[in-house]
């Protein structure tokens, strides 16, 4: 039997290239501010047409600010590229969630919260983390400009078929693990470049007991490893999830696109190009100490020494070790930090804003700390305010701004000064990722909000 990736890539392939990649059609392609003009311009200079605009949904997020946005972008890189996005969908007659709307948030946040992802579908956005949605059964995943335009033009594109992976996480979670820190275990034991050329597919009864938020933190992390994209079979938490959305089936729709989704698995017989499995009782929260997030460790765990790095590895290790101003061996439980930020396509979802406030309820933030908390969209803005979790967030000292991308990759005024310590839920801690100079530490909601409070990495099981 096929796996669940091959069920769904099958059902797209338009035509077979001999000896060469597969013309695959797009049931959704999301599209930001970021990658898109040079592809808009494309078919401007080529004479033709959006061929099926309904098909693309628009939204500004990665250089929007998280303050005043009912104000002109101070920027002027970023206004000039939230204004062209604007005057691009406008012009193509595609649909925008544009800033100041209800709708408006990182891409990859409102495409699920609105019904717009769906499983069995075929996804695609100018942006790596598209993977996300592959939480939804769903194969998702990160395009070029120059394929934007591909999309935009055709509503296909071409691409070789990759292999399968199954990575299965089966036992018991200890307490305090969240999403987060499977991901983050999950790429530390595969490496960045452990998985590059597959899919991977998801699976486990840890996996199958994750909420759909906790899948698409899981999923939205599969890039890191170096995968194509990551997927979870949908299941009746998918369903649930979907149910009564803007933008899900309706009537007699919806019950047979439940009958369709039922069938959208990999059977016992399924054969994969290869099969992990990890046990869930060795994962504990986790950070990271270098600059990928392959580089990470167990909050109580101790940087590898030098001679636990191969050789290859060596050189670039201590250049990551240099540039954080760690040393190989050493502990970072205890090392203060100067920053916190809670957001990003990865945690910035109404799950990750209740495990921050219910950890910090009545308890103060540390007076050395500045917080950026940061919701995913406009719709978990709302659903802070109407579960007074914004009330609990301020008596502890924090605000909350407004939604975009913000810290994760400071495109916007949001960025962490050089040389500063910064807690983030974000995706990713290369060089200067946070900001020019600015030291980035990877990890879950739950150690996030333990070291806003106490001004240090702390392991929150201690608290």
Same mark, same amino acid.
């Given at each position: 039997?096929n796996?669940?990736?091959?069920?769904?890539?099958?059902?797209?392939?338009?035509?077979?290239i001999?000896d060469?990649?597969s013309?695959?059609?797009?049931?959704r392609?999301?599209?930001h501010?970021?990658t898109?003009?040079?592809?808009?311009?494309?078919?401007?200079?080529?004479?033709i047409?959006?061929?099926?605009?309904?098909?693309t949904?628009?939204?500004?997020?990665?250089?929007?600010?998280?303050?005043?946005q009912?104000?002109?972008?101070?920027?002027?890189?970023?206004?000039?590229?939230?204004?062209?996005l604007?005057?691009?969908?406008?012009?193509f007659?595609i649909?925008?969630?544009?800033l100041?709307?209800?709708?408006?948030?990182?891409?990859?946040?409102?495409?699920?919260?609105n019904?717009?992802t769906?499983?069995?579908?075929?996804?695609?956005?100018?942006d790596?983390?598209?993977?996300?949605?592959?939480?939804?059964g769903?194969?998702?995943?990160?395009?070029?400009?120059?394929?934007?335009?591909?999309?935009?033009?055709s509503q296909?594109?071409?691409?070789?078929?990759?292999?399968?992976?199954?990575i299965?996480?089966?036992g018991?979670?200890?307490?305090?693990?969240?999403a987060?820190?499977?991901?983050l275990y999950i790429?530390?034991k595969?490496?960045?470049?452990?998985?590059?050329?597959?899919?991977?597919?998801?699976?486990g009864?840890?996996?199958?007991?994750?909420?759909?938020?906790?899948?698409?933190?899981?999923?939205?992390?599969s890039?890191e490893?170096g995968?194509r994209?990551g997927?979870i079979?949908?299941?009746?938490?998918?369903f649930?999830?979907?149910?009564?959305?803007?933008?899900?089936?309706k009537?007699?729709?919806?019950?047979?696109?439940?009958?369709?989704?039922?069938?959208?698995?990999?059977?016992?017989?399924a054969?994969?190009?290869?099969?992990?499995?990890f046990?869930?009782?060795?994962i504990?929260?986790?950070?990271?100490?270098?600059?990928?997030?392959?580089?990470?460790?167990? #909050?109580?765990?101790?940087i590898?020494?030098?001679?636990?790095?191969?050789?290859? /590895? @060596?050189?670039?290790?201590?250049? +990551? !070790?240099?540039?954080?101003?760690?040393?190989?061996?050493?502990?970072?439980?205890?090392?203060?930090?100067?920053?916190?930020?809670?957001?990003?396509?990865?945690n910035?979802?109404?799950?990750?804003?209740r495990?921050?406030?219910?950890?910090?309820?009545?308890?103060?933030k540390?007076?050395?700390v500045i917080?950026?908390?940061?919701?995913?969209?406009?719709?978990?803005?709302d659903?802070?305010?109407?579960?007074?979790?914004?009330?609990?967030?301020?008596?502890?000292?924090f605000?909350?701004?407004?939604p975009?991308?913000?810290?994760?990759?400071?495109?916007n005024?949001?960025k962490?000064?050089?040389?500063?310590?910064s807690?983030?839920?974000?995706?990713?801690?290369?060089?200067?990722?946070?900001?020019p100079?600015a030291?980035? #530490?990877?990890?879950?909601?739950?150690?996030?909000?333990?070291?806003a409070?106490? /001004? @240090?990495?702390?392991?929150p099981? +201690? !608290?």
């Open positions: 039997m796996t669940l990736f091959d069920k769904i890539w099958d059902t797209h392939v338009i035509n077979c001999e060469g990649p013309q695959i059609y797009i049931d392609h999301y599209c501010e970021v898109s003009p040079q592809a808009f311009n494309g078919l401007r200079e080529r004479g047409k959006v061929f099926r605009p309904e098909k949904i628009c939204s500004p997020d990665h250089n929007i600010p998280t303050l005043n009912d104000k002109p972008i101070k920027d002027p890189i970023s206004r000039v590229q939230v204004e062209t604007t005057q691009n969908a406008k012009e007659n649909t925008l969630y544009g100041g709307h209800k709708k408006n948030g990182i891409i990859h946040v409102i495409g699920p919260e019904g717009l769906l499983p069995g579908y075929t996804i695609v956005c100018g790596s983390h598209t993977s996300t949605h592959g939480a939804f769903a194969v998702a995943f990160g395009i070029g400009t120059s394929e934007v335009e591909m999309v935009l033009a296909c594109i071409l691409q070789a078929k990759p292999k399968t992976m199954r299965s996480i089966e018991q979670l200890k307490p305090n693990v969240t987060k820190d499977i991901a790429i530390a595969m490496t960045t470049g452990g998985a590059t050329g597959y899919f991977v597919e998801y699976s009864n840890v996996i199958k007991n994750l909420s759909m938020e906790e899948r698409m933190t899981v999923c939205n992390l890039i490893m995968a994209g997927m079979a949908p299941d009746d938490i998918t649930e999830y979907l149910k009564d959305k803007e933008f899900s089936p009537g007699d729709k919806w019950d047979n696109a439940i009958s369709y989704w039922k069938t959208l698995n990999s059977g016992e017989d054969v994969f190009d290869k099969e992990i499995v046990d869930a009782s060795d504990s929260p986790r950070i990271t100490y270098g600059t990928n997030p392959g580089m990470g460790i167990g #909050i109580e765990e101790s590898p020494c030098i001679d636990d790095i191969d050789d290859a /590895g @060596k050189v670039s290790f201590k250049k +990551s !070790l240099e540039y954080m101003g760690f040393l190989p061996g050493e502990k970072l439980i205890g090392k203060k930090i100067d920053y916190v930020f809670l957001g990003s396509c990865t910035g979802r109404i799950e990750d804003f495990i921050f406030a219910n950890f910090v309820k009545g308890k103060k540390a007076s050395n917080a950026w908390l940061v919701p995913g969209s406009w719709a978990v803005n659903q802070i305010m109407k579960e007074g979790l914004d009330k609990i967030l301020n008596e502890a000292g605000e909350i701004r407004q975009g991308c913000s810290a994760c990759l400071a495109m005024e949001d962490i000064p050089a040389g500063k310590y807690i983030s839920t974000s995706n990713r801690n290369f060089e200067g990722r946070q900001g100079g030291r980035t #530490i990877l990890c879950g909601p739950l150690v996030a909000a333990a070291a409070i106490t /001004g @240090k990495i702390t392991n099981s +201690s !608290l």
